[in-house]
């Protein structure tokens, strides 16, 4: 399975971004997917899930996590965007698994970087 992302940039707070990753190499319908950032010197935090529908606290009502089936590719809509928002953008799928667990991804996209200046 190959998840190829892309949509990073540079935005100004209270902008906003949309990210993009093309799942292939597996019926899209088999796997679950979600987003991850990590920002400079923290860990890998999830963002959002589809299936099941989950957000961040941190995130939840700014960003927007869906899926276009015909073209096999998950989106995240970021808006109002915040400084603390600024890391690398990571898309990654899994089988089975808990959606909030890094250990339960297989599949992992190369990431893209989001900066959000003040």
């Known amino acids: 399975v190959q998840l190829q992302a892309s949509g990073g940039g540079m935005v100004q707070a209270g902008g906003s971004l949309r990210l993009s990753c093309t799942v292939s190499?597996?019926?899209?319908?088999?796997?679950?997917t979600a987003w991850f950032r990590q920002a400079p010197g923290k860990e890998r935090e999830f963002v959002a899930s589809?299936?099941?529908?989950k957000y961040a606290d941190s995130v939840q009502g700014r960003f927007t996590n869906s899926r276009d089936n015909a073209l096999n590719t998950v989106y995240l809509q970021m808006n109002n965007l915040k400084v603390e928002d600024t890391a690398v953008y990571y898309c990654?799928?899994?089988?089975?698994?808990?959606?909030?667990?890094?250990?339960?991804?297989?599949?992992w996209g190369q990431g893209t970087q989001v900066t959000v200046s003040s």
């Open positions: 990654a799928a899994r089988v089975g698994g808990s959606y909030l667990s890094l250990a339960s991804y297989e599949f």
């Open positions: 190499g597996r019926p899209f319908h088999t796997v679950a």
């Open positions: 589809y299936r099941p529908f």
